[in-house]
């Protein structure tokens, strides 16, 4: 049988310290499965990294099948609308896959041009039943749920049944992912606990790391900054953890979530976005209000305090990241991409 041919648009930025994103991980995992993909761009400049795209479309519009386009709701948002622009002049068919947590308002404030990129697409692939249900509360039907995917061979399972107050942090360090949350719960954490620590892992997008390691260092937190890290590497460091927390402002579903479930690591969560169509309160996680870091850091203890909470927790987290496994979620993407 013929192989598809797929062009990949999104920021493979990997090579470049940026943490490892869908386009890697579903790249992959499609060519395993057999189909010729393209990936582009690996280009940092973000002019340039549109001009690499549109190039792309034009170069293989007489070779492939069809373009996946990972679409975020800020200044990405706007490459989407160019290369699906290009696709539909070449009457090329192409999927938006939906990243942004924040696309909800996106397609209100841009309603002329979400109705192009998003009404005019083959079909839409929300990773998370928060973005099918805001876009189909927006009219969209042309729109599918296939969640993020993981290997779970690739993640060894760890019951916690007594948590200590060793605490995983894995995320970029940008603004709208609130990393000075994190060390704000971790101050908080050590009036209860002073031995609390926390790792945190990711690179540095923007000032909000220079601002995280100033205030760790102000306050004499136990914090350990470990940069970005292969997803081999931090997967090795959760057996020293007890706890992971997730403080971001805007989510969509997170892969970094999914792959602490997979661990059995417990997980405290701001209660944003597509969070709580990922964590049942109080199941497979607890959830806090954003921004409230006692009532995040009280959410914390209860794991710390209950061995059978941290320890029913973990097991359903596992069993919740069960359902993220590559060999159950490419049985959707084959059936779209046929």
């Not at 100033?214 to 890290?229: D, E, R």
């Not at 959830?287 to 209950?306: G, Y």
């Amino acid at each position: 049988m013929k192989r598809k041919k797929i062009l990949y648009i999104g920021n493979a930025l990997t090579h470049k310290n940026v943490t490892v994103t869908t386009i890697d991980t579903l790249s992959a995992s499609l060519r395993n499965e057999g189909y010729d993909v393209q990936v582009v761009s690996r280009i940092q400049n973000k002019i340039g990294r549109l001009w690499d795209m549109l190039r792309a479309v034009i170069q293989y519009k007489k070779q492939v099948d069809i373009v996946l386009i990972d679409t975020y709701s800020t200044t990405n948002y706007w490459y989407a609308v160019w290369v699906a622009k290009l696709c539909r002049f070449y009457q090329i068919p192409y999927i938006p896959i939906l990243h942004g947590g924040n696309l909800p308002e996106r397609i209100k404030k841009s309603a002329s041009s979400a109705r192009k990129l998003f009404g005019r697409a083959y079909i839409n692939v929300a990773p998370s039943s928060y973005l099918l249900e805001a876009f189909q509360k927006e009219g969209y039907s042309n729109i599918r749920h296939i969640p993020n995917t993981i290997d779970l061979t690739k993640y060894p399972f760890q019951l916690r049944k007594k948590c200590a107050p060793k605490v995983l942090w894995v995320r970029s360090f940008a603004t709208i992912y609130n990393p000075m949350m994190a060390l704000q719960v971790l101050k908080e954490l050590q009036k209860t606990y002073p031995e609390a620590t926390l790792t945190m892992v990711g690179p540095k997008k923007d000032e909000s790391f220079d601002r995280c390691y100033a205030f760790a260092k102000a306050n004499n937190l136990s914090v350990i900054f470990t940069g970005k890290l292969s997803k081999e590497a931090w997967i090795s460091l959760a057996p020293a953890h007890d706890l992971f927390i997730n403080t971001t402002n805007f989510d969509n579903t997170p892969v970094s979530i999914i792959e602490a479930m997979a661990l059995g690591l417990p997980i405290v969560s701001t209660n944003v976005g597509g969070i709580p169509f990922l964590i049942e309160d109080q199941q497979n996680g607890l959830l806090s209000p954003a921004e409230d870091v006692v009532a995040f850091v009280d959410k914390m203890i209860q794991l710390i305090e209950n061995e059978e909470t941290a320890s029913r927790i973990s097991q359903q987290a596992r069993e919740s990241a069960r359902g993220f496994d590559w060999e159950k979620v490419k049985i959707s993407w084959n059936d779209v991409l046929s």
